[in-house]
């Protein structure tokens, strides 16, 4: 299976701040890669496709890039409503499909 | 707008079997070449790929579960089931149904959209 980790796996910000959240694949995966929103109690909700592509209703200050191995999620500049847990996905090598273990951003 | 809701045994003793359905609404199962997951999450093991099925039948299972699991469709009821046997406290999570997009029309599926609201399951005796 090919494993995914999330850095930091917590992180606090501002309002206006600039957030980076970098995602890492045991293995190449192409830009088989998709982010995920999840706010408490709630399901997840999918951002971004295919590394870079926004989901229909996702604001533009959402942004991803990467490929290979290494992703990123820039959410640019922080919006009180974007303080969540962050989880990327890999479709590449499927079934199974893994996730990433999730960065929690909060309030500073 | 497509809508998944998951219903079910909140609780269930270990060694039991775990029953879960998803209704589907707002489309049908049937239409645009989707599949449809089954994902769990839990706080120690994070999320979770169970399993899909596609309207047809045809299913894929993480290896991880697949000798205790079965997945079903039905069409005439817009809806999919997951059974899950010989349960331990290790399978108590928030279970959640999705529907699987592929990038390409026919193609292999990729993300996760949309998501039902998730239902927990507690296992325990």
């Known amino acids: 299976d090919i494993q995914m980790t999330q850095s930091p796996s917590s992180l606090s910000a501002s309002v206006g701040d600039r957030v980076t959240i970098i995602c890492r694949a045991s293995h190449k995966i192409n830009n088989y890669l998709n982010w995920y929103q999840q706010k408490p109690g709630k399901a997840p909700k999918l951002l971004i496709y295919?590394?870079?592509t926004l989901q229909s209703g996702v604001p533009s200050r959402f942004s991803g890039s990467g490929s290979g191995t290494v992703f990123t999620l820039t959410i640019n500049p922080m919006q009180p409503e974007d303080f969540a847990t962050y989880f990327c996905q890999q479709s590449y090598s499927t079934p199974p499909f893994t996730f990433g273990p999730g960065t929690k951003v909060d309030i500073k | 707008q497509l809508q998944l809701q998951e219903s079910g045994s909140g609780l269930v003793k270990p060694s039991q079997t775990l029953s879960l359905t998803c209704a589907v609404s707002?489309?049908?199962?049937?239409?645009?070449?989707?599949?449809w997951s089954w994902i769990r999450q839990t706080p120690g093991t994070g999320l979770e790929w169970i399993g899909y099925i596609f309207a047809s039948g045809l299913t894929y299972y993480n290896p991880s579960l697949k000798s205790r699991l079965t997945i079903s469709v039905d069409t005439s009821k817009n809806q999919v089931s997951l059974s899950l046997t010989s349960v331990t406290a290790a399978d108590t999570a928030v279970y959640y149904c999705?529907?699987?997009?592929?990038?390409?029309?026919?193609?292999?599926?990729?993300?996760?959209?949309?998501w039902g609201q998730g239902t927990l399951v507690t296992v325990s005796s």
């Open positions: 707002g489309g049908s199962i049937s239409s645009g070449g989707y599949s």
């Open positions: 999705a529907r699987t997009v592929p990038s390409v029309v026919g193609g292999s599926p990729d993300w996760f959209d949309p």
């Open positions: 295919e590394t870079s």
